[in-house]
């Protein structure tokens, strides 16, 4: 089981697309480059959990959106499909840059929300717990589920038999959890 999300060495010792994803992710720094912003990777690949198209998502806490929106640009606007905007998801304003590098799609994504508070590292971990918990033939549902076209929050709350919002019964789970 995996202990510390934050640091990405655990990516070296997983299955072979995370040793591609550690190796692609060291190749171009970019973890030493979004240093300051205390990015964390998240999403589907740090679990196991991921498709063949499944991108590498960077989360970062932002605290001036035109900073760091020019910063994504001097850093990253050489790799291919560059493109960097800002848009607003449930009252909060978030800064992301797409690109492709290596065999990778990475989405960096920005809010100024501290990032182990951020709605995406929290499912991760969430996701996590339920997998460990349930065991491979839960993963493998979810995968299958998955690419039918499913999200993975969607997945996730089919399976555990969660009504309402999947985003939102999820972290209601994490945070059940965690007060007990």
Same mark, same amino acid.
């Given at each position: ?5 934050? #640091? ?10 995370? &040793? ?6 060291? $190749?171009? $720094?970019?973890?030493?480059?979004? %240093?300051?912003? #205390? ?19 960077? @989360?970062? *806490? ?5 900073? /760091?929106?020019? /910063?994504?640009?001097?850093? /990253? ?12 998801? #449930? ?20 809010? =100024? ?9 929290? *499912? ?5 717990? @339920?997998?460990?918990? $349930?065991?491979? $033939?839960? %993963?493998?549902? @979810? ?14 709350? &089919?399976?555990?038999?969660? =009504?309402? =919002? ?5 972290? %209601? ?8």
């Amino acid at each position: 089981m995996i202990e510390n999300f934050k #640091n990405i060495e655990y990516l070296k010792f997983g299955n072979e697309r995370q &040793k591609l994803a550690y190796s692609e992710i060291r $190749r171009i $720094r970019i973890l030493e480059k979004l %240093k300051e912003y #205390n990015p964390i990777l998240t999403g589907t690949i740090p679990i196991q959990i991921d498709l063949p198209e499944s991108d590498l998502d960077i @989360i970062c *806490h932002c605290k001036d959106h035109l900073d /760091f929106s020019s /910063f994504l640009q001097q850093e /990253f606007s050489n790799h291919q499909s560059f493109k960097v905007y800002s848009t607003t998801q #449930n009252e909060v304003v978030c800064t992301i840059a797409e690109f492709k590098s290596g065999k990778f799609q990475f989405e960096v994504f920005g809010q =100024n929300i501290p990032t182990e508070q951020q709605n995406a590292y929290r *499912h991760m971990i969430i996701e996590n717990q @339920i997998l460990m918990e $349930r065991g491979i $033939r839960f %993963k493998q549902e @979810i995968i299958a589920l998955k690419s039918t076209g499913i999200k993975t929050e969607p997945a996730f709350a &089919k399976l555990l038999g969660l =009504n309402g =919002n999947p985003y939102i019964e999820l972290l %209601k789970l994490a945070d059940k959890n965690s007060t007990q």
